[in-house]
């Protein structure tokens, strides 16, 4: 794909397009990433197809600076061992790569996310009789408190963005102002929410997650209607740049659309 | 000491012990999995890092009584069914759970591997897993103050993990992704490796790990043994076998139909334990 | 980051840093020890776990303020003169020394590079170190109520480490017995790798520990660096020139016009340092 | 060497040569062994060469099963490694091997050795202003913790066999009954020290070593006069089988003597 012609129109992207795109673009070149699979996989793959050739992944199954030719389905596939720089034990990548703080951005999924960035990947209601049993903790609560950063992936609507989370998997901005410092995490937690619909940022002073920027075509107002609590919006709301032909290209030929 | 699998479940694996059945992925020991459900093992608690759908199946057979996990779902495409039904339903019986992360878990294996009862980690502050989970308590470092998080050693009662290959006198080899399979090995006092061949002579590979023949109790061959997962060198991942696992595992009557056929079943593909001398097998599943 | 020898100790080694130097036996980074004595630095902290006769060279130099280690020995020969001097009777001047064994350092290495503040280990209980050496503390295992000892982390300013291979971009390849050095490596602000040669791309070999270009601040290509160690795969252990040591490093001024001769001087054999561009040098050791 | 008559007469054995061989035969095949440098190695190397084939010898650089044709100068030869069934990184040959109580005997040197077995190996004299310094701890303390039992090689004399060591580098029976139990030290301790005039084993009520066995041509008395406390004797005191003309022509070839 080199002619200008064959690349796909900014037009035709949909939410989860933006969405990836957008994420992508958070990643900077020559920075290390946390890279779980799904959402989070693709925009690293993305990224560093384009803008980022020197974005190191990191996978927690112990491969380190993988660079996967297609997109894993899994978090240990042997596409992953067979690319990376190296290929460690799972304790090593956690204790000598994540805790010992050498990995710059965490991508995270959440089930649910709440006003302070706080993630729920447990269970949703009561623990002990859940309406929804999810997967658990897995990498999630150290590659919150450890990286340098986090960014969240995840679609927006009022089930998944709540007032609190019903379980605290992983923590974000806990209860507002100086509770990461408190606990000792030593990472600056969650930096960028990015969903189907825009981008949510802590505000400095609060921690409260703010809306600081909508996706082409979406409104702040349908985004509060996506949010389980009175979201607040930056008074300098943006609009998210669309995506542009070439990463739209290269998106699709990694999730094999189009 | 080499042994057919159905001979070393046989031998290895008893009711009600804790059994850490590893693999991040990539040579997950799938085929032990179906015959410990063939030997209608119960109250077993099962460990491990990533429960996927070979515990699904354990537990949907009713093997289990407890689950200590860090992530139990199937990877790359969504929920494990037969864990959520046991979880929210209790069927067909009642899964208790002890959840840690994936940090907290793989120390807790190093600590089992290394004759330590607890392990020392910056993790679970502020998260709702302390209060939920026994095994997370507080330590402080004695020369900063600093608090950190402990867990106890993990020290399974039986390990099995799937390799690619041992040698005849037990020594085992892996590659590519190794996860946390040396420490749980090592952690547990009986271990169990099923293996893709057996061979003459283990020529060194890059990225290898060897557990020698004196931490391991029985290696059995399983050729296809971690199928759908993938045994690196060996064969691929059978990403379509994950995804159609979730249509089966959704239903219960699927899901015994699908036990009885393929597991309990005379049929079965490459990944068909080897048969043992003098129709034990049969004697072990009635 | 690719640096002549001279300048990364340059740029790397300050007056009155914490610098660990390790290998065990093997990949030992003798040269670089050599150039640290020419650059005149002083007031080290040097730490190893097995100080051998490049500690005794630099001790004898006068580098050193205080020597952290488990065993100071010349490996299979005897004793280290000039550490004995050292500590003996000052000469040239006083060396304070922090001991442990090498289960401890290895895992205050471990600590430091997993980012912990501490590490535990059942070791030193009943030995005369636990009064010796403040570094070692019990600590209580919160779920058993066993005591345990506690050893806080180790993290030098700089580590120096020898290895056999690393590429243009900085990732180090070294294989063989690997030792302590990717602890020792990860624990450190700062890290030096001498290498034999540096090549386009690292084969893959078996055994092998990769350190990524990230965590290397720069490397040297020093050939022979490691003599008269060994580097696996390119030269054997001088054994001779171990033996050798103990009568040279018996008296001081014999020591000292070895010292002359060998590491000031211009002659040098296999292992003298690649020479900095615009007579760098000079300056450095002026 | 095949033909019988090329074998050396025991009676050419050396005072070193019966030490060697009498700690050989103290190793069981197919157990496990922590090798140190020196004597012990060449003690293991002799045994793996005789009567235990299997002897899985570990040496603290972190090869295990090493099965060196020649004797290694330092524990870390490269034919170490190259003949070992794993190299594993110094960390785990520590926590994962020693620690974890995988290793069935350790062997140990020692400048002073005490009624007690307890060993000095860091200073002769004051430590702060030592008549000699030695090289202090390396793996010593955790062997003698937690190996299933500690095997002692050391040449006998009232200077290294003392009634107290100057520093307490590696616990042997403490001060007597119990005290390894309360120091929480899991294996059996020094079970024999094996010298260059007789061997030596603790009194199964008070610890204290006693002499048990005298090589061929020593008298008690002589093994008394090279000890530094009143040493006790068995009342069956054993005379030590000299060595085979066959353990005696292994040894010379490891050795390089005759």
């Known amino acids: 794909m080199t002619a200008t012609e064959s690349l796909p129109s900014p037009a035709t992207a949909d939410a989860d397009e933006v969405m990836t795109v957008t994420a992508a673009r958070a990643l900077a070149d020559g920075t290390s990433c946390f890279v779980g699979i799904g959402l989070p996989s693709t925009a690293a793959n993305l990224a560093r197809r384009t803008h980022a050739p020197r974005l190191w992944m990191v996978y927690e199954s112990g491969t380190l600076g993988a660079s996967p030719s297609t997109l894993p389905l899994s978090i240990g596939d042997g596409e992953l061992a067979e690319t990376a720089d190296s290929v460690v034990p799972v304790t090593e990548v956690f204790n000598y790569w994540l805790q010992a703080g050498r990995i710059d951005t965490g991508f995270l999924g959440a089930a649910q996310i709440d006003r302070f960035g706080n993630i729920n990947t447990t269970a949703i209601g009561d623990y002990d009789a859940p309406a929804v049993r999810l997967p658990g903790a897995g990498g999630a609560p150290e590659i919150a408190a450890s990286c340098g950063r986090v960014i969240v992936i995840v679609r927006q609507s009022p089930r998944t963005f709540v007032e609190r989370v019903d379980f605290t998997t992983s923590v974000g901005h806990g209860g507002g102002p100086g509770d990461r410092e408190r606990l000792g995490l030593r990472g600056a937690g969650p930096v960028r929410v990015i969903t189907d619909l825009g981008v949510l940022e802590p505000d400095p002073a609060t921690r409260e997650l703010v809306l600081t920027s909508v996706h082409p075509g979406i409104t702040a107002e349908r985004a509060r209607e996506a949010t389980g609590w009175d979201l607040a919006v930056a008074p300098d709301l943006a609009t998210t740049p669309a995506p542009e032909p070439r990463e739209l290209a290269v998106l699709r030929s990694l999730t094999g659309r189009g | ?286």
């Open chain 2, 1 to 286: 000491m080499i042994l057919p699998l159905d001979r070393a479940v046989a031998e290895l694996v008893r009711d009600g012990d804790t059994v850490a059945m590893e693999g991040f992925t990539h040579l997950i020991p799938v085929e032990a999995g179906h015959e410990v459900i063939r030997q209608g093992r119960r109250d077993l608690t099962l460990v491990r890092m990533t429960p996927d759908i070979v515990y699904d199946r354990m537990i949907g057979a009713g093997c289990a009584r407890k689950l200590v996990f860090s992530w139990g779902g199937n990877p790359g495409v969504g929920s494990l069914h037969r864990f959520r039904d046991a979880v929210g339903n209790g069927w067909p019986r009642p899964l208790e759970l002890e959840e840690h992360s994936h940090a907290g878990m793989a120390n807790r294996y190093a600590a089992g591997a290394a004759g330590l009862p607890f392990a020392v980690l910056r993790g679970y502050a502020g998260t709702d897993l302390v209060g939920r989970t026994p095994t997370i308590k507080p330590i402080t470092c004695p020369f900063t103050g600093e608090e950190l998080a402990a867990v106890p050693a993990l020290n399974p009662d039986v390990a099995i993990v799937h390799a690619q290959r041992a040698d005849r006198a037990g020594n085992v080899q892996m590659w590519g992704i190794t996860g946390v399979q040396k420490e749980a090995v090592l952690a547990a006092d009986r271990a169990l490796v099923t293996v893709e061949e057996v061979v003459d002579e283990l020529e060194p590979v890059p990225g290898q790990v060897v557990l020698p023949s004196r931490v391991v109790t029985a290696v059995s061959p399983v050729p296809g043994g971690a199928r759908p997962s993938y045994a690196h060198g060996y064969y691929v991942r059978d990403n379509d076998a994950y995804r159609a696992w979730d249509a089966v595992s959704r239903d219960r009557d699927r899901f015994t139909a699908w036990l009885d056929a393929e597991v309990f079943g005379a049929g079965g593909g490459p990944g068909t334990p080897v048969a043992a001398p003098g129709g034990e097998r049969e004697e072990q599943t009635a």
